[in-house]
């Protein structure tokens, strides 16, 4: 699915104000100290904002609306430790913050945010930041929690030690957030900046003497730590319950998406299939009535049918970011993932990989070695995401019976599901074994990760990312979707023939542009089972996976001899059982999404990589998909 | 001298030095892998590696190897330290701002202290 990918949201900078020459104010902190909270607040932008390091792994630019200063631009960066980079997001801020990014304009001002309930080590950052003078304002967050917990700061003292000034704030339910209008008010001219001289800290040693005499002096006392967290974490890193309730969490996923999603998408289908009948006698009838309902709508509507579904699993995976759970995985899964070559952090994006592969490969920014980031940036796209939804579901309501096992606690349709599910993983981590046993071999880069303290994810974090899912969802439906059953209506429509009596006529499928298109490669597919009419079906799905299903929605519409039929009716006139699990096995392995490719391109800077990817994953799925539907056809399928 | 690979949980120790690439050493720094901080292993993954352990109020997981190459001493003595820093009572302000040791370990002995 594109969109997930898209650029954030940027307009023209409006004309500057008179009161001086600020033009962009940058946001800068060590990680998980609450700069996209403080970004969306100050912004009204959405980005996307989890409970782990490393949630942001590129800058992103909105204008200061939420403080009433449009005509400002800041700028959220990833988080860093130091001034020196140690993976590729902290390398985006650190050359931000210096002016040295291309096509991001330089910082006029900083706001430095520092997580209050452990401040002593994020001033560290402080003194290498402050020494760039730039005018600094200095935003300790989360100062009602500190507080609540026993904590206390003079942060007047703090102002002084620093020489910039220190507000306290509260980003998530928006305390003190006053502080941040004032200090650009302040600071409109840039001249007016009087760098302070800090001590110069050669190493990270005397930075810490320094942060810890600092916050002596000012009077810190760091917040009791809370034991809630501990506490979970002796279950959820239980050595037992630990990667037991893990599984049970993945498995209840895909339950939730069926027994509650399932029900959910047939009301919604029934829903859009009426608006159809409803528009029906509204057009007038031919062609233009035939192109409108029988092709487009019938394409679009049997995707969005999934909608439901799709924001299930967004909304679980979002509970499971915002929590702060994902840590917990990568460390469970650090000794699984070693054992291909990689570590425990590669088990990030894989796991949001389920949700979709863009995002997961821009995640990829935090694993620190090159090596491996390539391969887990290769890999990922096996994962199985939501857009491969559509289809299975689609492929497996129609050809898989509803029986029951174990009281009716485990479905079939549910254990075909994660077969695929597991299928793609396997997949993925077989080709990182065999990634990182030869051309990508590395020395080990040790594994560093910061397990963050659980949050409880808030209930208004979880509606934004479910709307802007359906809002990505519908605008692919509206755009891409929408123009490609187009152009195969017409093209199942063509060419138009003269008949005897000089009236026009449309073409049998079979014979018009696309059946003659999917005839030709029909010869390709034969062996997996797959007729030409799913061969066109394959060739739109390479612009998204979700594509295939409208395509088969518009072709049966477009046929008199199964206009008349639902899909999964339809289906079984072209698909055998073999065929049928064969196509949900090329689905698995096969990379048929834009703007994965897109991605992998501009995350590894070079078409040799996605092609690569392209062609591998293209051979496994053929013939995995051979093998599955010959021995279904040997089993008597 | 031990290393703090050899704590078991619950254990605590005293940081003296890395014994790991520029790079790696750097970076743990800035995670508060300071000599003169506490360490303290709070519980190993459930596969036996990776270990959690807790540094200036916040929770990191390191590999055994990496663990390996961080020499710690006893916990104790820097205990005994905050307690001498603690009768010489006034003092404390001038001592530490001359000497950035004296700074370290005594925060570091707050967190002991938070951490019982």
């Known amino acids: 699915m594109s969109g997930c990918c898209a650029s ?29 909270t403080l970004f969306n607040r100050l912004t009204g932008l959405r980005q996307k904002v989890a ?42 801020s650190i050359d931000v913050l210096r002016g040295q990014m291309e096509g991001t304009p330089k910082p006029d001002a900083v706001l430095l945010v520092m997580d209050s309930l452990h401040l002593t080590r994020q001033l560290m950052l402080a003194a290498p930041v402050l020494a760039m003078g730039l005018p600094t304002l200095v935003l300790l967050n989360m100062s009602d929690l500190m507080e609540e917990r026993g904590g206390s700061i003079d942060a007047l003292k ?87 309730l893990f599984l049970v969490v993945v498995v209840g996923v895909f339950e939730v998406v069926f027994s ?89 994006p894989l796991l949001s990989a389920y949700a979709c592969a863009v995002p997961a490969i821009m995640a990829t920014r935090t694993i620190e070695n090159k090596r491996d980031r390539l391969a887990t940036i290769l890999v990922t796209p096996f994962m199985t995401c939501s857009a491969r939804l559509p289809v299975y579901m689609l492929l497996i309501a129609a050809f898989v019976p509803n029986i029951t096992y174990l009281h009716g606690f485990l479905g079939l349709q549910t254990v075909v599901m994660l077969s695929l599910y597991l299928a793609g993983f396997v997949a993925a981590l077989a080709t990182a074994r065999l990634l990182k046993s030869s051309i990508l071999k590395s020395s ?54 003269h008949t005897a009596s000089g009236a026009y006529s449309t073409p049998e499928l079979a014979e018009s542009v696309i059946g003659r298109l999917g005839h030709f490669i029909e010869p390709a597919i034969a062996p997996l089972g797959f007729n030409w009419k799913i061969g066109i079906g394959l060739l739109s799905s390479v612009l998204a996976r979700e594509v295939m299903v409208s395509t088969m929605g518009t072709l049966y519409g477009s046929d008199p ?29 096969a990379m048929q999404c834009t703007s994965t490719i897109a991605v992998v ?34 089993f008597g399928g | 001298m031990s290393v703090l690979s050899q704590l078991n949980v619950g ?70 330290a905050f307690r001498k820093i603690e009768a010489a009572g006034q003092k404390t302000e001038d001592l530490q701002a001359e000497d950035p040791r004296i700074a370290a370990s005594e925060d570091a002995s707050g967190q002991f202290e938070a951490a019982r």
């Open chain 1, 444 to 497: 080990e880069t040790p594994f560093i990760l910061e397990l963050p303290q659980y949050r409880m994810p808030t209930l208004r974090s979880l509606a934004l990312r479910v709307v802007d899912r359906a809002r990505v969802f519908l605008r692919n439906a509206g755009r891409v979707i929408l123009a490609v059953t187009l152009v195969l209506w017409v093209l199942a429509h063509l060419p138009v023939m």
């Open chain 1, 8 to 36: 954030p949201a940027f307009e023209a900078p409006q004309p500057p104000q008179p009161s001086g020459q600020l033009r962009t104010v940058v946001l800068i902190g060590p990680p998980n100290s609450g700069k996209s």
């Open chain 1, 158 to 244: 703090l102002a002084r030690e620093l020489g910039a000034p220190v507000a306290k704030i509260s980003a998530v339910n928006g305390g003190g957030m006053g502080a941040i209008p004032l200090f650009l008010h302040q600071h409109t001219d840039r001249a007016a900046a009087q760098p302070l001289t800090l001590p110069i800290l050669g190493n990270a040693a005397s930075a810490h003497s320094w942060a810890a005499q600092v916050s002596r002096r000012t009077d810190y006392r760091a917040p009791l730590s809370v034991e809630g967290t501990r506490k979970i974490d002796n279950v959820l890193l239980h050595r037992i319950w630990g990667p037991l």
């Open chain 1, 260 to 348: 509650i999603g399932q029900p959910l998408s047939d009301g919604f289908g029934g829903i859009l299939a009426d608006i159809g009948n409803l528009a029906r006698p509204l057009l007038p009838a031919g062609w233009v009535q035939s192109l409108i309902l029988d092709g487009a709508w019938k394409g679009i509507s049997s995707v969005l049918v999934f909608l439901p579904q799709i924001l299930l699993l967004f909304l679980f995976i979002g509970v499971l970011e915002d929590s702060g759970y994902l840590s917990r995985a990568a460390l469970i899964a650090d000794r699984g993932m070693r054992s291909i070559g990689l570590n425990g952090k590669a088990f990030i």
């Open chain 1, 51 to 92: 409970n782990f390091p490393g949630v942001t792994v590129e800058q992103r630019m909105g204008q200061m609306a939420g403080v009433g200063r449009e005509d400002l631009t800041l700028i959220d960066l990833p988080g860093i430790y130091s001034l020196d980079p140690y993976s590729e997001d902290a390398r985006v």
């Open chain 1, 561 to 589: 001899g199964t206009e008349a039929l639902n899909l999964q009716t339809a289906l079984h006139h072209d698909l055998s059982l073999g065929g049928a699990l064969a196509l949900m096995i090329f689905f698995a392995f």
């Open chain 2, 11 to 80: 254990e605590s120790g005293v940081l003296v030095d890395l014994d790991l690439p520029e790079s790696v050493q750097n970076h743990l720094m800035h995670m508060g892998f300071v000599p003169d901080a506490l360490v303290t292993t709070l519980r190993r993954a459930p596969a036996g590696d990776p270990t959690v352990y807790a540094i200036d109020g916040m929770e990191i997981a390191l590999r055994r190897e990496t663990a390996a190459a961080i020499h710690v001493r006893p916990a104790e003595a820097s205990e005994a």
């Open chain 1, 601 to 634: 391109r501009r995350e590894t800077n070079s078409w040799k990589w996605p092609i690569a990817q392209f062609v591998y994953m293209l051979a496994l799925a053929w013939v995995a998909a051979f093998a599955v539907n010959h021995l279904v056809m040997a």
